[in-house]
């Protein structure tokens, strides 16, 4: 089985900064896209930024500019570099991956993380 561990969420300060780090590990074949979801009280999951394995990044408008996400592939990791934060940007952030599992033919699989709060005061 694959697991993930997210860490790096918190309180900061509108305008401050936080990067969000998330592992994964165990039985890990190989992981197409990597990416970040937040879900704000009230609100419906959004995507905030994704990126595939060749390294091509996807950001939701509201992050742009402000957010930057990016992996190690060797090491199965995503990270979320988020700077200039709003209190807007409040939510619990999710690491979602999609990645390869060992059947025959293969089959890809999604997988989420426990969620990681940030808080922006104002």
């Known amino acids: 089985q694959v697991q993930l561990v997210e860490s790096g969420g918190g309180l900061v300060q509108a305008g401050g900064s936080l990067r969000l780090s998330c592992a994964a590990s165990?039985?890990?074949?190989?992981?197409?896209?990597m990416g970040w979801f937040r879900q704000a009280p009230g609100k419906q999951r959004e995507l905030v930024a994704s990126?595939?394995?060749?390294?091509?990044?996807n950001y939701a408008d509201t992050v742009k500019g402000r957010f930057a996400i990016s992996r190690d592939n060797a090491k199965n990791t995503v990270l979320l570099q988020m700077n200039s934060l709003k209190p807007e940007d409040t939510a619990v952030y999710y690491c979602?991956?999609?990645?390869?599992?060992?059947?025959?033919?293969?089959?890809?699989?999604?997988?989420w993380g426990q969620g990681t709060q940030v808080t922006v005061s104002s």
């Open positions: 990126i595939t394995s060749g390294g091509s990044a």
């Open positions: 165990g039985s890990v074949v190989s992981i197409n896209s």
């Open positions: 979602n991956i999609v990645h390869r599992v060992p059947t025959i033919p293969p089959t890809y699989t999604t997988l």
